[in-house]
């Protein structure tokens, strides 16, 4: 089974940035696309970012051109870069690993002045 740990949320300011990270343990890693999930208070989790083992990447449009999702292998790590954040970023934020299917357990995001 493939542990996930999740670190760098906060509180910052409309249009602030953040930088999430994701460390994986076991193997699997390597080979399975990673992705970011949110779900703000009352909401259902969406999918924010996802990465392939290739390094393909895709968004959802609402976060396109302001979220950068990325791997680093030698790390057994994944990150999102969150910049020009909204008070509508405000969410809790989950790592997820397809390969086998394993959730973190979160990082509260909280943008507000």
């Known amino acids: 089974q493939v542990q996930l740990v999740e670190s760098g949320g906060g509180l910052v300011q409309p249009g602030g940035s953040l930088k999430l990270a994701c460390a994986a343990s076991?193997?699997?890693?390597?080979?399975?696309?990673m992705d970011w999930f949110r779900q703000a208070p009352g909401k259902q989790r969406e999918f924010v970012a996802g990465?392939?083992?290739?390094?393909?990447?895709n968004y959802a449009d609402s976060v396109k051109g302001r979220f950068t999702i990325s791997r680093e292998s030698a790390k057994n790590s994944v990150y999102l870069q969150m910049n020009n954040l909204k008070p509508e970023d405000t969410a809790v934020y989950y790592c997820?690993?397809?390969?086998?299917?394993?959730w973190g357990q979160g990082t509260q995001v909280t943008v507000s002045s």
């Open positions: 997820h690993a397809d390969f086998p299917n394993s």
């Open positions: 990465i392939t083992h290739f390094g393909t990447t």
């Open positions: 076991g193997s699997i890693f390597s080979s399975s696309p």
